[in-house]
Each structure stands twice: as C-alpha cells, then as structure tokens.
C-alpha cells in the first residue's frame, strides 16, 4: 500500500512564515494595533481573506468593503516585497534530503497550500518541476481546516486520502488533514500541533528511515 506525500508551503518547505507575520503586523500597526506571536499561530494555514478578518477581530475594528480589499492588497504587496529577494537559500533545513529521498524510490508528492503566490513562490526556490501536483489558495474555494485543498491534492496524486502523509506546519493544516483522513506530521512545538499524528521542529530531525514508517503506517 504506497503512500504519498503532501507537503503544506509557507513554514514547511521554504521560510516564508516569517514573511506572512512580518507583513501582517505591519498592517495591524498602520491600524493602531498590535498582536501576538500566539495570536499568529491562528493565522498560519489560514487564506488571506480569513486572516484579516481575524486581525480586525482582535483590533476590535470593522472597514468597509472597500477598505477591506485595499488593505488586502496592500498585504499582499508588503509580503511579495519581503519574498522578492528569496532564492533556494530559503528553503527550509532539511527539505531538499526529504525530497531527493522520495524521488530515488519513486514516491510521489504534492503541494498543498491555502497560498495564492504558492506558484511563483516554487519558481523563485527553483523546486516548481518537482512536484507531480500542485494544489494551492487559487485552486480551492475553502479553506483550512476544510481539508479540501488536501484531498485535490490526493484526487491529482491518483491515491486515497488514507494513502497520503501531510506535512504541516499551521494548527488549521493539521486538523484539515485530520479531517480528511490522512497522517498528519506537524512541523514546529508540540504543544501548539498537539493534533498531529507525529510533530517535529524541522526537516534535520526526520530520519529517512521514519519516512519509510510513515509510509507504511495506516491511520488510526
Ligand atoms: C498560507 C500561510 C498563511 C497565508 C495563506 C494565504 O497558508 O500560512 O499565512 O495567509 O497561505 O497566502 P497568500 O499568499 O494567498 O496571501
Ligand atoms: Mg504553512
């Protein structure tokens, strides 16, 4: 019983997390707010229009439609601004051994992420080719924790969702995978991915060998 390998972006593959924080504190400050690091947790996994409608939540503030929008885009600037300059140093510790290792025994993987610059992000980190799919924010109408995104991702790999790992590094990406039948590996603290089937603080402390297991393993 082969599985397969579905693998979330930002955080997971390439450190662009910090990107994602880094641009949206900005926009709470212009607001006259701040949040937390906890708070950013939430966040993680979450569309871009979910997440600014939690942001004015905690700022306890409302825009109009229009605002709304304009404050979107001016999000999203601010973050390509920060992504521009990334290249293959990016990529997150680890990542490339995990890849190399499923492409010698021919196990296929896809991305799957709530990101609309999931696409142009994978270009820049010259690993676009290597993905057997693609799966992201401009493919999907709901997102995390619905685990929709996944289980395209699983209908494009050719496998049952109950053959496929999802790596994850967002609360709303584990339990989406949870919810969609399939192992879910956290990347990041224990006590925030508790959820997850298994949870490790980055690639360099996956063995090759545990991702055999993993493989291997039917869910509970
Ligand atoms: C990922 C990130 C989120 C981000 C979302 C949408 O899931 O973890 O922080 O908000 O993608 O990204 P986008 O690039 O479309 O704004
Ligand atoms: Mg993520």
């Known amino acids: 019983d082969r599985r ?35 708070q950013n947790e939430q966040l993680k996994g979450v569309s871009r229009v979910d997440s600014l ?11 109009s439609e229009e605002e709304f929008q304009k404050q979107m885009a001016l999000k999203n600037e601010n973050y390509l601004s920060y992504v521009d300059g990334m290249d293959d140093g990016e ?22 992420s709530a990101s609309k610059n999931a696409r142009p992000i994978l270009k820049k980190i010259d690993l676009y080719h290597r993905f057997d799919a693609i ?6 109408s709901k997102a995390k924790p619905d685990p929709e995104v996944f289980l395209i991702a699983a209908e494009k790999l050719n496998v049952e969702p109950q053959q496929c790992v999802v790596f994850e590094d967002s609360v709303a990406g584990v339990q989406a995978a ?43």
């Open 4 to 38: 397969a390998i579905i693998f979330d972006l930002d955080g997971v593959i390439v450190d662009t997390a910090k990107f994602h924080f880094l641009a949206w504190r900005k926009l709470a400050n212009d607001l006259g707010f701040d949040f937390t690091k906890e």
């Open 53 to 63: 409608k939690k942001i004015l939540e905690w700022g306890d503030m409302e825009l």
């Open 91 to 112: 990529i997150l510790p680890g990542v490339k051994k995990v890849l190399d290792y499923l492409d010698e025994n021919q196990v296929p993987y896809a991305l799957g």
């Open 135 to 140: 799966v992201d924010g401009t493919d999907v």
């Open 178 to 220: 949870n919810i969609g039948g399939m192992l879910s590996v956290g990347i990041g603290a224990k006590d925030v991915l508790h959820e997850a089937d298994h949870v490790f603080t980055d690639f360099t402390e996956i063995e090759l060998n545990f991702i055999d297991k993993l493989l291997n393993t039917e869910k509970k």
